[in-house]
């Protein structure tokens, strides 16, 4: 069983940056990748990006491409979530999840096999 724990998320004036990270635990970490999915009350769950675990390949919402910047530290089982020129719409709860194998949709919140618990970002305008 993975467990996953976010941190890093906060308040910040549009235009500000945070940067979230999500830190895997397991007895041994094998995961495929991880991603970053963010949700609204009201609204469905937002894929934002994800990683592979092993060479590193990355995928971005259009929403977020350019200003967004999603990382892995192997040595850590950390993934980060640097987010820059946030906007109001940014605002959301954001998840980290993981991934056992190549299978399913990266972009997809249902091809994952674990969550975090979420952490909050408000951008203020």
């Known amino acids: 069983q993975v467990q996953l724990v976010e941190s890093g998320g906060g308040l910040v004036q549009a235009g500000g940056s945070l940067r979230l990270s999500c830190a895997a635990s397991?007895?041994?970490?094998?995961?495929?990748?991880m991603g970053w999915f963010r949700q609204t009350p009201g609204k469905e769950r937002e894929f934002v990006a994800f990683?592979?675990?092993?060479?590193?390949?990355?995928q971005y919402a259009n929403s977020v491409k350019g200003r967004f910047t999603i990382s892995r530290d192997s040595a850590k089982n950390t993934v980060y979530l640097q987010m820059n020129s946030l906007k109001p719409e940014d605002t959301a709860v954001y998840y980290c999840?993981?991934?056992?194998?190549?299978?399913?949709?990266?972009?997809?919140?249902?091809?994952?096999?674990?969550w975090g618990q979420g952490t909050q970002v408000t951008v203020s305008s």
């Open positions: 990683i592979t675990w092993s060479g590193g390949m990355t």
């Open positions: 999840a993981g991934k056992d194998s190549w299978t399913g949709r990266g972009t997809e919140g249902n091809a994952y096999d674990y």
């Open positions: 397991a007895r041994s970490l094998t995961l495929y990748s």
